[in-house]
């Protein structure tokens, strides 16, 4: 009987411990997404390219691409540079339906909103539907792979809610 109630003990410890180790991964990752946020929305080029890994590679459902992030980053160079003189507005916001992963490996999948005041005062909302693939080295969250997939719904983003 006793070596149930200690192995009953080793279980509940287990999982408090993994419990306690999955949500320092989420919050650390919660800051790496508000990194990302802060980065894009005052146009800071160069800070949202220190978000990838040097090997990270961007997919796009609705472009049919595929090709590097620093292409990609270079692609999104004018829009963020608009943003950074105030040309344009850009607010980015991320809501996740999955996160799992461990210590130095995540992968994460939601919706991404971003909204864009433009330079005529014409605002676009997209909501679309991502994968991310992370890693962390020297505790540093890195953006290994972006799957930009189909665009979302309002509604979708809505019921999604906040995680």
Known sequence: MEIRKVLLVTFICMLIHCNGLAQSRITELNAYWDVVKEKVESGDVAGYGETFHEDGILVSDTGKVCYSLDKALKKWTD??????????????????????????????????????????????????????????????????????????????WMRMGKM
């Open 79 to 156: 829009g963020l540079e608009n943003t950074k003189k105030g040309i344009t507005k850009v607010t980015l916001d991320f809501r996740f339906s999955e996160r799992t992963g461990d210590g130095t490996t995540a992968f994460e999948r939601g919706i991404f909103r971003y909204d864009l005041l433009d330079e005529n005062g014409e605002r676009t909302e997209r909501f679309v539907h991502f994968d991310a693939l992370l890693i962390s080295k020297n505790g540093k969250w890195q953006l290994m792979l972006e799957h930009q997939k189909l665009h979302a719904t309002k509604d979708e």
